[in-house]
């Protein structure tokens, strides 16, 4: 078994471009100094909701949600109660949120009581408690997403081959970093994405390095800490079962990993297993299906075609949530066969992001945030598809730019945009445009003339009165569009890798 293992490790060295730099402490200091920096700067300006009653926005959630589990019992976080009102702001992520939220509920509370006071501290807002807030953001950044970023790019200069030019190594570290669509949702908007994607980002980085039984421990924490962290399950359980089924050995192999998740996530609900009651209060806040197939103008299938198809009118939300389920299993199914017929390190990443667009494009209750979930899986194929990635970036801050001006954060995406420009446009990706044919050059151009010509539409015209929202359809269609494409190109990239056509050529020989 050793053995095997060994071989699929030096099996997976040859299918990595190989960096020619590797992280020093230095450099990477100055890298994490730097991103925390930017995140703290962002920090600075305002949030989702503030000064807007009555419901506020996501940073009042938040807060909301900390009151919640600092003065109720663990059993009434997901009951709609005299002291827990659901339509004011009910928690709807997975127990581990609610074990974060009550973490740092003791934080605050220890220094600003009155901003978690059970009923009276429904929309607070002061400049101490804001830097307290801030903060747990920041701590949950340095906590989670930094050290699994580290990790990842160590385990990648070390372990894969082939050479990208001086620098590659600390250039992927500030992509993953700098990705400016998370600092300003983290950062400006308030959330805590970066536990989640964090912890993602460790379970990959742990199956890269052949940890595969922490990687399920990681991953599952991720699911339980926000759901939407499923949109990765196909590729990390295609992969991991393609693998198993390669050694001779592989019911205990799977046995293993299905342990490490049943009892990751019993420990985690173990609050809500008293009775199945219990449990589907909690699951029932976890699945929006109320609200409907979309919300505002996500750039996925579903809002994009309701200009011609009008879903909500057409379909009752069980045959929406049907079609939903069809299409994002027709979305992602190609990629996962891929992975179990012929598994490696390089279709597995290719894999999450295939699996992430699918759930993006296809499933129910998209929000435009969730286009975080591609864009982390492209950041670490940045020294593949370096061109993919900055053009999946600036779709991705498109695609949020309403929600974000909602939010007045203009002066910081224009900031961390034109920043993370400078940053991405380093020698490498400057050697590799000159080698592109002027017809690929104006291809990549030309978005970006569409992108800027749409961000200028939307802060200087006013939009014709019998159609308020023109721009924000046009942004939608636009980056739908993108995403459209990026998506077919990376199933593509996936279809037509090595180990893939290896796997073809030895069955037709069987055969």
């Known amino acids: ?38 995140r703290i700067l962002v920090s600075l300006g305002p949030y989702s909701g503030k000064g807007s009653p009555p419901m506020y926005g996501d940073y009042e959630a938040q807060r909301h949600w900390m009151e919640i589990t600092l003065h109720t019992p663990t059993r009434d976080w997901y009951t709609n109660t005299s002291s827990n009102n659901l339509s004011y702001w009910g928690l709807d992520y997975p127990p581990l949120t609610a074990y974060q939220s009550l973490s740092h509920a003791l934080l605050i509370n220890s220094s600003i009581p009155e901003s978690l006071a059970l ?115 196909p590729a990390f359980f295609s992969h991991l079962l393609g693998k198993c089924l390669k050694r001779r050995n592989w019911i205990p192999e799977v046995l293993k990993l299905g342990l490490v998740v049943i009892v990751t996530f019993m420990i985690i609900w173990w609050p809500y297993l008293y009775s199945m009651e219990a449990a589907k209060k909690v699951l029932y806040r976890l699945a929006p299906f109320d609200r409907g197939i979309y919300e505002d ?91 993919l990635f900055g053009q999946l970036v600036n779709c991705g801050l498109l695609s949020m730019f309403p929600l974000l001006l909602r939010d007045n954060l203009i002066l910081q995406y224009t900031a961390i945009l034109s920043l993370f420009g400078l940053i ?40 014709p009165g019998k159609y308020p929202f023109l721009f924000e359809a046009l942004i939608m269609l636009f980056c739908f569009s993108q995403f459209l494409c990026f998506a077919i190109w990376t199933n593509i990239q996936q279809c037509t890798s090595l180990d893939f056509f290896n796997w073809l050529k030895a069955r037709k020989k069987d055969l």
């Open 1 to 38: 078994m050793a053995r095997k293992r060994s071989t699929e490790a030096a099996e997976a060295i040859s299918e990595f471009p190989r960096s020619s730099t590797t992280l020093t402490p230095s450099t990477t200091a100055m890298i994490v100094l730097f991103a925390a920096l930017v």
């Open 119 to 233: 009923f009276s501290s429904r929309g607070f807002e002061s400049h101490r408690s804001k830097l307290l807030m801030r903060w747990t953001v920041l701590l949950s950044d340095f906590l989670f997403f930094f050290p699994a970023a580290i990790v990842f790019v160590v385990v990648y200069c070390r372990r894969f081959g082939g050479s990208w030019g001086e620098g590659s190594a600390p250039w992927l570290l500030a992509m993953i970093l700098l990705n400016p669509c998370m600092i300003l949702i983290d950062h400006g908007h308030f959330q805590y994405n970066c536990i989640s994607l964090g912890l993602t980002l460790g379970a990959i980085a742990a199956i890269l390095s052949g940890h595969e039984l922490i990687a399920a421990f990681l991953f599952s924490l991720a699911i339980n800490h926000k759901q939407m962290s499923i949109y990765y399950a």
């Open 297 to 387: 103008y996500v750039a996925n299938f579903w809002c994009s075609t309701s200009v011609i198809v009008k879903w909500k009118r057409l379909f009752s939300i069980g045959v929406l949530k049907f079609l939903c389920l069809c299409a994002t299993v027709s979305g992602f199914l190609p990629s996962c066969y891929l992975q179990m017929k012929a598994p490696s390190d390089r279709t597995f990443l290719y894999g999450l992001l295939n699996s992430s667009f699918a759930f993006y494009l296809f499933s129910y209750q998209v929000h435009e945030k969730s286009i975080l979930l591609p864009l982390l899986p492209a950041s670490l194929l940045a020294l593949q598809e370096q061109f």
């Open 424 to 463: 991405f446009f380093d020698q490498n990706v400057r050697h590799a445009w000159d080698k592109l044919s002027v017809r690929r050059r104006l291809l990549l151009v030309l978005p970006l003339l569409l992108s800027f010509l749409l961000h200028l539409m939307y802060l200087t015209l006013r939009p």
